[in-house]
Every structure is written in C-alpha cells, then in structure tokens.
C-alpha cells in the first residue's frame, strides 16, 4: 500500500490522515477513544477502494468503521463509499443538496458520467446542511457550505483546535476547478464567497483534498483568492485548465493510453463536449487535444512515446 498513514504532530491524536494523491483524494480518519465512534471523511476514488478498504482496516486495527462523510460527490471524494458500505455498514452522510441524485442514481445530476469517470452506487443515511455539529473523534465540527468548485460541497471546521477539513474549496496552493462556470452557471462568485469564509474561520490547520495538511492558512487563502482573479479575468483558463485536469485524471486512473483511445475518450465525455462547444467551437476537437497533450507534457505530466501517452507522477 503506497499511501501512508501519517500522524502531523500538530494534529489531535484522534484525527489521523491518509494523504493519496490526486487521483484518489485525502482520507482524515477520526477515532474516538472514549465512545468508540470512528468516522472516515471522504473515501478516495473507486480503482482505490480497495486500496482505501485496506488502509482504514489496519489504522482501525479490528474496531468497525461507523460512518463516512463526504465533503462533496466528486469520483475521487466518495468512489470507495460502496466498498466501506459493503464491509462496516457505516451510517453515511452526504452533502444535502445531493439527495435526490444520489437516490435515484441520476446520471445527469451526478457528474460521473459527464466526467467520463467511475463511481460504484452507494446509499446513505443522513444529510448536511450549512451550520450542522457533528461530533466526531472525540472534537466538535461545524458544517460550512463550500460551493465554487462544486456548488453542493461542505468543509467541516473544528473550531476548538481550529482545524479545517476543506475538501476542494482550499489547497495549499489553489483549490478544485470551478466546474459551474464550465456550463454557464456562476462559479467563480461562490469561490470568492468561499474563501472569504474561510478567512473569518480563523483555521490553525487545514487538511485539504489533495496535498499535505499546512498552517499557512492566510498566506495559501491569498494563494487561492490571487488564482481566482487570473481565472475570472478570462473564463477561458478555467476551462483550458479543467480539460487538462480530467485528462491528467484519466490517465492517473489509465496509467498508459494510446493516442486514440485517449482522443476517443475526450470526444465521448459530455463534459468535455460541452466545455469544447461552449469555450472553443472555433478551434478543432483534435487541435484541443493535441494542445492539452502538450500543455501537460510541458509541465512533466504526461509522456509521449510515438502513439502511446504515458502519466507520470
């Protein structure tokens, strides 16, 4: 197992977090010692569940899983949720605004599909709303609405050691793309709002998404809120970076493609579809891609090997 379980030793010992990687997003385990209760916030992407499956077990060394929340219902946030659901049984909890997709498994609602990407169908218990407490490994967490990268998503805040669990809404250096501007709808607002709220919180310690859990929580809302004008000044980067992310993404998940089998993938995913009509109708599907490919070569993401694209780390 590659992803390591680490302890930050300005983290509470009951607050333990898998760091993944990008295409399966961070875990943050909370256990409490005294009730018993464990609770895994966000459950990482479904070609890793049983990768997640496994790491949760050995960290909960024989006690049972008891519930999952998801900061949002992104692939990588919520595709282990059907395996955990399938081992422990945890009472589970999406974000509110979700419910009716998530029960009758709408397609069109769920970005699954759109993304060209996997999820495994899963159920759940419970909802959240902005302002919720929940107790969980041992601490008190506020429920605080994050849309902007994802209009449904929730950050969970700890206000007594001033931890923040923000899912996409802040990295260290950044935050998830804005996915409502790439359909016409306002994004980059709801971000702003975000970060702003963010602020106010005060966090000590942020463990994100992606990435390591930092304290330079002012400095990387700063980061954020400067990445924000650059994108909002031309929604046109927003929607260059988004292609060059679900194509990293496929092949994090593929490892190899060919050139075609990639392309054919591109023209077959309505998100990509959409961004391409909606951004650039005036540049050719291939021409698209054949910039993406070089875009993401140009920063070390990708290889070219003749007609064979490779990820790389």
């Known amino acids: 197992m590659s992803a390591p379980l680490t302890f930050p030793p300005s983290l509470p010992s009951s607050v333990r977090v898998f760091e993944r990687g990008w295409l399966s997003a961070n875990n943050v385990l909370l256990v409490d010692d005294e009730t018993g209760d464990t609770a895994l916030v966000d459950t990482g992407y479904l070609t890793h569940a ?43 909890s999406i974000p509110a605004a979700e ?79 804005i996915f409502p501007e790439l359909d016409g709808e306002s994004g980059f607002a709801e971000q702003a709002a975000v970060l702003a709220r963010i602020a106010e919180l005060d ?17 990387a809302v700063a980061r954020a809120q400067g990445r924000l004008a650059h ?3 031309d929604p046109l980067r927003n929607a260059s970076h988004a292609v060059k992310v679900l194509v990293k993404f496929k092949l994090l998940e593929q490892q190899s493609m060919s050139r075609a089998a990639l392309l054919a993938w591109m023209h077959g995913t309505p998100l990509m579809q959409r961004i391409h009509a909606r951004f650039m109708a005036e540049t050719p599907f291939e021409t698209v891609f054949a910039q993406t490919l070089r875009g993401l070569a140009a920063v070390d993401a990708l290889a070219l090997d003749g007609e064979t694209v490779h990820n790389r780390d």
């Not at 966090?203 to 400095?219: K, M, N, Q, T, Y």
């Open 203 to 219: 966090a000590r310690l942020v463990i994100p998404g992606h990435g390591r859990v930092f304290g330079d929580v002012s400095e």
């Open 50 to 92: 049983a990768q997640t499956e496994a790491l949760v077990a050995a960290a909960l060394d024989g006690r049972p899983l008891r519930q999952v929340i998801n900061t949002h219902l992104h692939s990588d946030h919520c595709g282990g949720n059907a395996a955990l659901q399938a081992r422990w049984q945890p009472h589970t």
């Open 99 to 177: 419910a009716a997709a998530v029960s009758a498994w709408d397609d069109d609602a769920l970005s699954f599909v759109a993304t060209g990407q996997q999820c495994q169908r899963f159920t759940f218990d419970a909802l959240l709303h902005d302002g919720d407490h929940l107790r969980l490994g041992g601490l008190d967490w506020h429920v605080v609405a994050a849309p902007g990268h994802d209009p449904h998503a929730v950050m969970l805040f700890a206000p007594g050691p001033r931890i923040l669990i923000s899912g996409d809404a802040l990295w260290e250096n950044g935050f998830g793309v």
């Open 231 to 233: 994108l909002r000044s």
